[in-house]
């Protein structure tokens, strides 16, 4: 019960009993004072709805308190699950990229244009430019260097294809080379009046920034015109995390 009601109770009390009381023989007296023991009659009631209150205010209290905590952990928790989701957006644009670093394959030719031409002979072991790009997925293989960078670790396959103009003076050897170390080498030499080619091939478990690329032998010579005679390809074939 309210403040507003103690006050209704209050004014409709002193106006019933006013003018009511019994005087003492007995007789309605004609008195417009309240009789007291109407007063103290209602000053009970309201001290009993007043400590009723208290006890009630006391229960919102506790309550209160009760939601303030719970409020704190729902708070608490919303923090880590915004945490939580900041790791989650994080890990799944790691798998996108490793996803798009799984797709390697290139193939490429050594002349991108212009007439028929022989590459060496060189004084020094020296690497291929395949300028002719017809596949290069991932972008691992680098035209201007002839250079193809592992970008993750795994097996991967590398085939290259050579072709010799017979002029009777010069061998045409090439060799697959991974770090400086040569893997295989394709070899060719016509000791008659004709033409010649040559490949070879590898499957070799690479780290991340390796680098495989192709290297014509020191006074060797290979011949080639835009028909791309002379081909490096390479694919990833599976990542390996052992
Ligand atoms: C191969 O060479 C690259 C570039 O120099 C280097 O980053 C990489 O660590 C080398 N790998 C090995 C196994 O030596």
Request: aromatic share 10%; hydrophobic share 35%; charged share 20%.
């Amino acid at each position: 019960m309210g403040t507003a009601g103690f006050l209704v109770l209050l004014l409709s009390s002193s106006f019933l009993f006013e003018g009511n009381c019994l005087d003492d023989s007995g007789q309605k007296s004609e008195s417009s004072e309240l009789c007291p023991s109407d007063i103290e009659s209602v000053l009970r009631q309201m001290s009993a709805a007043l400590s009723a209150q208290q006890v009630e205010i006391n229960h919102l209290q506790e309550e209160n308190k009760e939601n303030k905590v719970e409020i704190r952990h729902l708070q608490e928790e919303n923090k880590e699950n915004k945490v939580e989701i900041r790791h989650l957006q994080e890990e799944n644009k790691h798998l996108l990229l490793e996803n798009q670093v799984r797709q390697v394959a290139f193939s490429t030719a050594l002349m991108e244009s212009g007439g028929g031409q022989f590459f060496g002979p060189y004084s020094t072991d020296t690497t291929l430019v395949y300028k002719h790009v017809i596949t290069n997925t991932g972008n691992a293989y680098n035209p201007l260097t002839g250079i193809f960078t592992a970008p993750v670790r795994g097996v991967y396959h590398f085939h290259v294809h050579i072709f010799e103009l017979f002029t009777g003076s010069y061998f045409a050897r090439v060799s697959l080379v991974k770090n400086g170390s040569k893997m295989v080498t394709a070899q060719e030499h016509q000791s008659t009046r004709s033409n010649g080619a040559a490949s070879n091939s590898v499957s070799v478990l690479l780290e991340a920034g390796d680098e495989v690329y192709v290297v014509l032998w020191s006074s060797h010579r290979i011949f080639d015109d835009t028909n791309h005679y002379n081909t490096f390809s390479g694919h990833l074939l599976f990542t390996s995390d052992l």
